[in-house]
């Protein structure tokens, strides 16, 4: 999985708990993701980061918070989980190319569930 | 706005045969198009990329996908489809919106490939 770790890679929490998902890349790529996998919708963008304390939302990020202090690790926490957020959770990262469109590299996943 | 679809929920095919997985696509500017599979409890793995060029597209496990602009169809085939090809397929497309790699993806195929 492109020296991408993601943790912890299971997580049951119950509704109004506060949640933290990290991504750790020994890639040195610049560019990181947070998705969500769901049947019926493929996978989501809840927010994404261009460099270190770069970051902004995607199509999926109410509820959800980023922060990248470093640029080995991206963080995704849900202040409040509710059972809606209850999905598989992918980081992925990618490097800038100055002609076309680089692909991305995808961790492991989180399974979170939302009780 | 860009976007994917993969008409087809899931395609059954005998090994053997060829295969076909389904994708097409609505971009304004250059269709920068991608496909991923997903295994089991895995993360999504990167097989091919269109940026330009050649129309069809050779990628990784044997893999190739045709571009075809006048019908909007970016499809993923396989001459000669193995078991161990089942797995869930992604089309995904450039998201137009301020570069940084970012991708839309479409809701997925499920390929079953039966002895």
């Known amino acids: 999985d492109a020296g991408i770790t993601q943790s912890p890679r299971h997580k049951v929490t119950e509704t109004g708990t506060p949640v933290t998902l990290r991504c750790h890349q020994t890639?040195?790529?610049?560019?990181m993701y947070w998705y969500r996998q769901d049947p019926g919708h493929g996978l989501r963008l809840i927010h994404y980061?261009?460099?270190?304390?770069?970051?902004d939302k995607g199509e999926v990020s109410d509820g959800y918070s980023v922060s990248r202090s470093k640029t080995e690790d991206f963080l995704l926490t849900l202040e409040s989980a509710t059972s809606s957020q209850t999905s598989v959770y992918f980081c992925?990262?990618?490097?800038?190319?100055?002609?076309?469109?680089?692909?991305?590299?995808f961790g492991p996943g989180t399974r979170l569930t939302v009780l | 706005a860009q976007s994917v679809a993969q008409p087809e929920d899931q395609v059954n095919v005998a090994e053997g045969n060829p295969l076909t997985v389904k994708c097409t696509y609505s971009v304004s500017g250059n269709p920068y198009l991608f496909w991923y599979v997903q295994y089991p409890n895995r993360g999504l793995q990167f097989l091919l990329k269109y940026i330009t060029g050649d129309n069809l597209v050779k990628g990784s496990y044997g893999f190739e996908a045709e571009f075809n602009k006048s019908q909007t169809s970016f499809h993923l085939k396989k001459p000669s489809a193995l078991v161990s090809d089942s797995a869930l397929y992604f089309c995904a497309v450039r998201d137009g919106s301020g570069g940084y790699n970012k991708l839309i993806f479409g809701a997925g195929t499920r390929l079953a490939v039966h002895p």
């Open positions: 890639e040195n790529h610049r560019y």
């Open positions: 992925a990262i990618s490097q800038p190319t100055g002609v076309g469109y680089n692909e991305q590299f």
């Open positions: 980061s261009y460099g270190v304390k770069d970051t």
